[in-house]
Every structure is written in C-alpha cells, then in structure tokens.
C-alpha cells in the first residue's frame, strides 16, 4: 500500500473533524494550519471527502466544514482507497483489473503479497476514526496535534 500526499492529507482533514465532532464547524483555514496542508489542496480534498458524503460544507463568513458521519462509522481503508485505491502492494492481488502477468502460475511471491494485503485490510478496515480520536486526545493538546506518514 502507498498512501500519497492527498491520501495522507485526506486522512489528517477527517482525524481533524473528528476531533470536534459534535455538529460543529470547522473553517478551511484553521485545519490547514494545524495539520500543516496548502489551503488550495485541502479544498480540493475537501470537494473529493463532500461527493463521497463524508463531509458537508457550509458556505459564507461563518461557513466551512464538519463531519457528515460519525467517526465510528468511518475506517482509514475507506479514505485511504477513496484517494489512494487499492491497499494492495502489487497489482496482482489487487481487487482491480490488471494485466495478467506471464508468471503468475509459478510465483511464489503471490501468496505473500496477497497476505500482506490481507492482514493491512485487516488492520486498516478495523480502525476507526473514533478509535484515532481516543489515541490522539491521550497524546497531546488538540493544536499541537502532528501526524505523519
């Protein structure tokens, strides 16, 4: 699996509603100052997070955004594949059409592609952003919150 930039912010925006989620609204600008994201590219995020109902935005001065679901109800593999797609490490054992490879009867590494995809579905499709928020409010102070892939 290789999670991007867009992918690693996609996450950092929802852990950061997460974090005041209760209805309240959260302005464009000040999650990109905690989490450290180009305003422009978290509003492109932004618009990608609204289309898959994850978010809803609310315009005008006192406008931005907020959580559409509760955090319970979203894993990190479903961000993740939004914006990455498959959390396969090679193409093979990805769920998605490929090119069959010519030696694909006789690899051996197949299986262990396929477990390591298995056991990262496991994990990431487990863990909800609920579960982040737990982690991270037993680390540090909402503003001095970092997160890094």
């Not at 991007?4 to 005041?20: E, H, P, R, V, W």
């Not at 422009?40 to 995020?45: G, R």
């Not at 994850?54 to 961000?79: D, N, Q, W």
């Amino acid at each position: 699996m290789k999670i991007s930039f867009k992918g690693d912010y996609a996450l950092k925006i929802i852990l950061d509603l997460a974090l005041t989620y209760n209805g309240e609204i959260t302005h464009i600008k000040d999650i990109s100052k905690r989490q450290d994201i180009p305003e422009k590219f978290l509003e492109q995020i932004i618009v990608i997070l609204k289309r898959a109902k994850y978010v809803k935005t609310v315009r005008g001065p006192k406008g931005g955004v907020f959580l559409a679901k509760h955090p319970s109800k979203i894993t990190l593999g479903e961000i993740v594949r939004l914006i990455d797609g498959s959390t396969a490490p090679i193409a093979c054992v990805s769920c998605s059409a490929y090119l069959k490879c010519s030696f694909e009867n006789k690899c051996v590494f197949k299986k262990v592609w396929a477990e390591a995809r298995e056991r990262t579905n496991d994990i990431v499709d487990k863990t909800t952003f609920r579960d982040m928020v737990k982690d991270a409010t037993k680390m540090e102070p909402r503003g001095a919150l970092e997160y890094s892939i």
